[in-house]
């Protein structure tokens, strides 16, 4: 009977661990390490208020407030616009670079946010599992607007 209930508490204790990482964030800093929004591991894209600005779907889709979608992020790196226009893109070490391959950023291992002068620009903290394309389309492509 010990041994049903050490496992049967083994098995909540599991479940509660993945029911709290899927609702885990990463929270976008500036340079000043204040927080400027967040990116939950669902693709909810929050300014530092936490009012959702915007979502990143699964299929990488990029929606604004208002749920129109206003780019997507390829599985290559690829970063597009509203039309299917190539606007910039990922590469798999972080370097982030514009449309005319020009290298305008780079998310280090650290999670480092850094633009095209090396100078940091900002950090993403917190559940580090958010895809480096997701936190360049935050800095560099998409919401910058909504966090000033």
Do not use: P
Request: charged fraction near 25%; proline fraction near 0%; hydrophobic fraction near 40%.
């Amino acid at each position: 009977m010990k041994r049903l209930i050490i496992r049967v508490m083994a098995a909540i204790v599991v479940i509660l661990a993945v029911s709290i990482d899927s609702q885990a964030q990463t929270e976008l800093r500036n340079a000043s390490n204040a927080l400027i929004g967040k990116i939950d591991s669902n693709g909810a894209v929050r300014n530092r208020s936490n009012a959702q600005i915007g979502k990143i779907d699964n299929d990488g889709a990029v929606r604004d407030r208002s749920n129109k979608q206003i780019g997507k992020i390829m599985s290559s790196g690829a970063i597009h616009d509203h039309s299917n226009k190539q606007i910039g893109k990922v590469d798999s070490d972080g370097t982030v670079r514009n449309h005319s391959n020009a290298q305008i950023g780079k998310i280090d291992n650290n999670f480092f946010v850094r633009n095209a002068s090396n100078a940091q620009i900002g950090r993403a903290t917190g559940n580090t599992g958010i895809k480096k394309e997701w936190i360049a389309a935050f800095y560099f492509f998409f919401f910058t607007d909504e966090v000033k």
